[in-house]
């Protein structure tokens, strides 16, 4: 029965990667309700002013936006997926998995090597389970234990 469940779910689920100009307010309150209300993030660290040159990933269930990400490139061989984000009422479900999936597929497609991710501590789990590993120590951001872990290009697993 909860393997019927998701997949219903999954069928429901639209991921679309969008520019910032193109989805500002739906980004903005995706990531509001998510870091600042919820993990109280002050909104100047959020939106860095680094948005507009970044692509975003936004996942609807039934027309609703529910999770979003963006990706930024670093360099020609380094991107980094960041503010990777799922509404508390759709978590658990595969949704986060689906939008990073969808992130590493478009990374991969512009022949960059290799992704970056700093963190949040108690994601490392959901991060190692797409392939990403640590790199160093945790450090504080955002008011927050980090960690950098990274993923070289390698096909995804199911
Ligand atoms: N700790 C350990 N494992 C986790 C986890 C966590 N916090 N969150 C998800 N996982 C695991 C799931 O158990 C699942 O494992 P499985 O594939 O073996 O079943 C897998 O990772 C995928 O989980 P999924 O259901 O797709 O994750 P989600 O939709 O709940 O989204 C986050 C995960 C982290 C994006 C979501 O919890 C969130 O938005 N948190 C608040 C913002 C945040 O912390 N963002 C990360 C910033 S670095």
């Not at 193109?22 to 600042?36: G, H, W």
């Not at 002050?42 to 680094?50: A, H, M, N, S, Y």
């Not at 930024?72 to 949704?95: D, F, Y």
Request: charged share 25%.
């Amino acid at each position: 029965m909860p393997n019927l469940m998701i997949e219903t779910l999954m069928s429901h689920l639209i991921l679309q990667v969008v520019k910032f100009a193109d989805a500002k307010e739906v980004i903005q309150s995706l990531r509001s309700k998510v870091f600042q209300v919820e993990q109280k993030v002050e909104p100047t660290i959020d939106f860095d002013g680094l948005d507009e040159t970044a692509t975003h990933i936004l996942a609807y269930y039934a027309s609703e936006p529910i999770g979003t990400a963006r990706i930024r490139n670093l360099n020609n061989k380094l991107a980094k997926i960041e503010r990777v984000a799922v509404l508390s009422t759709h978590r658990g479900q595969g949704i986060g998995k689906a939008i990073m999936k969808a992130a590493i597929v478009y990374v991969d497609s512009q022949n960059i090597a290799e992704i970056k991710v700093n963190a949040q501590l108690h994601a490392k789990a959901f991060y190692q389970k797409l392939g990403f590993e640590q790199r160093g120590d945790v450090f504080n951001e955002a008011g927050m234990a980090h960690i950098e872990m990274r993923r070289s290009k390698h096909p995804l697993a199911e």
